[in-house]
């Protein structure tokens, strides 16, 4: 079977781990301090807080930015629902945007249009800027226009460790970005996640927050509020740090291979490959399939020839439990064809150029008979 993706682990994570295991530290330490320092570098960032998961990087992010009851914020239709979720967790209300065919993000002139056609009483405080399959959105209009209308960038960044806008990192944008380490993304450390913000204040609420509200100074350690353990412990860290050493190459192959598969579809007229942009970080390869081709056929099809792959990702207005927090009775459209009509295919560094093309041919040919 070709998976969608496979964790890139090597003999160096297993030494890592058995190193700290053999350590006595096991809870966030010293490696997991090594990997802040060490992502700081890599996203040229002033604060970086390691967390358990992209969602509690999210959900902490929020939280640093009292964002609460009474307030709303914009999240983009499609994504994976962790986007959502956080903020419905916080007691804020969601605005559910529609996004761009092409980049997958909400546009600014959506923003605005939200922003001045918001009926609702909750104020809206923030926008979630998500960088979907390590596409990098254009952060220098969306900043001017968040700075315009005087609310807060969340950057979902969770995919997209090593995309750049400008040649700088994405999630060093917005007030604060969030990232994941989950086994679906380039860098893994199992589970796992990081805060990244310009903000010494933001930094310190998030680390807070993450270590059961303990307060940590000179004078020791004081509970000060009612915290959550959203800690990374030093095992996973010990993973990232050596995962991390392999992103740029990582990003290379992957760029390469998706070249490959570009190549290999041109001409096919039901099959929309994604926009090129610089600085993608081609977590995901996904292809919009054309109208009326069954999409789920389709992978069916592709399981039988013993090849994996999936939808994309979700549409967050399609979600029963989110349906309703729309914006007045704006239409939502192009999420929920990113969401129906997207096949995301295999896509590893490590995956060679005849697996790709054994991919493209079984797809080619599907597609014929679908
Ligand atoms: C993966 C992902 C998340 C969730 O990250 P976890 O580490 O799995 O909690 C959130 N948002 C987006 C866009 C993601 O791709």
Redesign the pocket.
């Known amino acids: 079977m070709i998976k969608l993706s496979k964790p890139n682990i090597g003999q160096h994570e297993v030494d890592a781990v058995t190193s700290v295991l053999m350590s006595g530290n096991l809870v966030y330490g010293a490696c997991g301090q090594h990997f802040e320092e060490k992502l700081k570098e890599f996203t040229c960032s002033t604060n970086v807080k390691l967390v358990s998961?992209?969602?509690?990087a999210?959900h902490l992010a929020l939280l640093a930015l009292d964002i609460g009851p009474g307030d709303a914020v914009i999240v983009p239709d499609f994504?994976?629902p962790?986007?959502i979720n956080t903020v419905l967790l916080t007691g804020a209300t969601p605005i559910i945007a529609d996004v761009e065919l092409s980049t997958y993000s909400i546009s600014w002139p959506n923003i605005l249009d939200i922003y001045q056609n918001w009926k609702g009483k909750e104020r809206i405080k923030a926008v979630i800027i998500?960088h979907?399959f390590g596409y990098p959105c254009n952060m220098t209009e969306i900043t001017e226009a968040a700075k315009e209308l005087g609310i807060k960038i969340i950057e979902?960044a969770?995919?997209a460790l090593g995309a750049k806008h400008n040649g700088r990192q994405v999630g060093t944008f917005g007030d604060i970005g969030c990232f994941?380490?989950?086994p679906?993304?380039t860098v893994t450390t199992g589970?796992?996640?990081a805060v990244v913000t310009e903000s010494d204040k933001l930094a310190e609420k998030v680390s807070i927050l993450r270590n059961h509200g303990i307060n940590q100074s000179q004078k020791g350690n004081t509970f000060v509020q009612a915290g959550f353990n959203y800690r990374l412990s030093d095992i996973q860290a010990a993973i990232g740090i050596v995962q991390l050493e392999k992103l740029p190459a990582a990003i290379d192959s992957r760029t390469q291979l998706v070249a490959q598969y570009i190549q290999n579809f041109r001409g096919n007229h039901k099959i929309v490959c994604p926009s090129l942009v610089d600085g993608h970080s081609w977590q995901t390869f996904m292809v919009r399939l054309q109208h009326g081709v069954n999409r789920d056929s389709l992978i069916q099809g592709l399981k039988n020839l013993d090849i994996e792959s999936n939808f994309g990702?979700h549409s967050l207005s399609s979600l029963k439990y989110c349906s309703h927090y729309k914006n007045g009775s704006a239409s939502i459209l192009n999420g929920p064809e990113l969401y129906l009509q997207g096949l995301a295919l295999p896509l590893c560094e490590n995956y060679s150029h005849q697996e790709i093309s054994k991919i493209t041919d079984a797809v080619s040919t599907l597609l014929e008979s679908i």
């Open positions: 998961s992209g969602t509690a999210l994504t994976f962790a986007t998500v979907e979902d969770a995919c994941s380490f989950h679906r993304k589970e796992g996640g990702a």
